[in-house]
């Protein structure tokens, strides 16, 4: 069975601060990894998505992760923080080329003027 | 380009009600999904479809049965609420080996 653990469900940052969402995986096969957003009274968006080749992914709205395959991570990272970032963040994980996701639990960013 | 729908947006059950939860998707996808999301749970996979006709279980399939009659239509039903489905409900489609489309979900609560 494959799990995902977000560390922190909640993180808060400064505007123009270091975003860092941190997500680690269990997975028995090759795992493909995903980071999804969520705003307020909406549906989740696919921010990036690491599949194989190049282990370092970037996304939309400057939003990058590195998979990780020795310390079974793929944290998420932005160098600087918008006030448009504040939203849930979800990482998930599924086996290989089979798209039935298992999530994480969120973290929710804050980002403070 | 209205990409995944659902319908209603809102609803409120007495427990022992039914009612029907409508997702329709128009990007011709072939695997559509039912997740629930709860505070602090993510989301967890009710049912999904891999095609028109078939229907499989997920992670917490218990109280809910599903449709897939037509390739766009996904349909969710709940026999005899529970307040313990109270929950927010995400339907999401895809074709084969590409990442999912949520719809805006559907809030239900359970007296």
């Known amino acids: 069975a494959q799990s995902v653990t977000q560390l922190g469900s909640h993180v808060s940052v400064s505007e123009g601060a270091l975003v860092l969402l941190r997500c680690n995986y269990s997975?028995?096969?090759?795992?493909?990894l995903f980071w999804y957003v969520q705003y307020p009274n909406q549906g989740l968006q696919l921010l990036l998505k690491y599949t194989t080749g190049a282990t370092l992914v970037k996304g939309i709205n400057g939003f990058e992760a590195e998979f990780k395959k020795s310390e079974t991570s793929f944290h998420l990272t932005k160098p600087s923080a918008h006030m448009s970032d504040a939203a849930e963040y979800f990482c998930a994980v599924s086996k290989g080329s089979n798209y039935k996701l298992t999530f994480g639990k969120g973290t929710l960013l804050t980002v403070n003027p | 380009n209205a990409g995944v729908t659902q319908t209603p947006k809102f609803r409120v059950l007495k427990t022992g009600q039914s009612m029907t939860l409508l997702c329709a998707q128009d990007m011709n996808h072939e695997y559509m999904y039912w997740y629930r999301q709860d505070p602090g749970m993510g989301l967890r996979l009710i049912h999904y479809s891999v095609g028109e006709g078939t229907t499989a279980k997920g992670e917490v399939p218990d109280g809910y049965n599903v449709s897939r009659l037509k390739k766009q239509n996904f349909l969710l039903g709940l026999e005899s609420a529970a307040p313990s489905q109270t929950s927010v409900y995400f339907c999401?489609?895809?074709?084969?080996?590409?990442?999912?489309?949520f719809g805006n979900g559907t809030r239900l609560t359970v007296t």
């Open positions: 997975s028995s096969v090759p795992p493909y």
């Open positions: 999401a489609s895809s074709y084969v080996n590409s990442p999912l489309h």
